[in-house]
């Protein structure tokens, strides 16, 4: 069984599924949070639910408002299950917090090099570790269409 050991922690023990990327992490850009799923066309994980899943991830981007849309996302049940990350902001540790999303930060090596996309893995935030259960793919391969970005139409009036 793989250990892995943090210097950040929060939140309680959970055990899932993890989706691995060495990509960052963005609830405003990255997500359509209605329906669910990784959504910006240039994101490794496109298509793919996060809903109940363990986001294993490089870094953390974005401030307030992903902060506050972790609480808004987990009040509809709609939320990752935990976050990892290599690094992590001060903002998305808060909106963590807020949100009781269970968050790791900080480890030794690239940890979405080490954790394989797909396993089993438990976080237990009371001894800063991540252990890799099961591996294997438990994500299908095949990813929903990607998703087409919202428009907006703006109506400007002239000056004078």
């Not at 922690?9 to 850009?29: E, N």
């Not at 870094?59 to 939320?79: D, F, I, P, Q």
């Amino acid at each position: 069984m793989m250990e892995f050991k943090a210097k950040h922690a929060m939140g309680p023990k959970v055990t899932g599924t993890a989706l691995v990327a060495h990509d960052g992490f963005s609830a405003r850009y990255d997500l359509n949070r209605l329906q669910g799923v990784f959504s910006r066309p240039a994101h490794k994980l496109v298509g793919l639910s996060y809903v109940d899943r363990i986001l294993v991830l490089d870094t953390a981007k974005g401030g307030v408002a992903t902060a506050w849309m972790l609480h808004e996302m987990k009040s509809r049940n709609m939320a990752p299950l935990a976050i990892v990350f290599n690094t992590v902001n001060t903002i998305l540790a808060q909106g963590a917090a807020l949100a009781d999303i269970t968050m790791l930060a900080g480890f030794d090596e690239d940890i979405t090099a080490k954790i394989p996309h797909g396993s089993k893995i438990e976080i237990d935030p009371e001894t800063f570790t991540i252990r890799v259960l099961g591996e294997g793919d438990l994500i299908s391969q095949e990813k929903e269409p990607a998703l087409e970005a919202p428009t907006s139409v703006v109506h400007v009036k002239p000056r004078g």
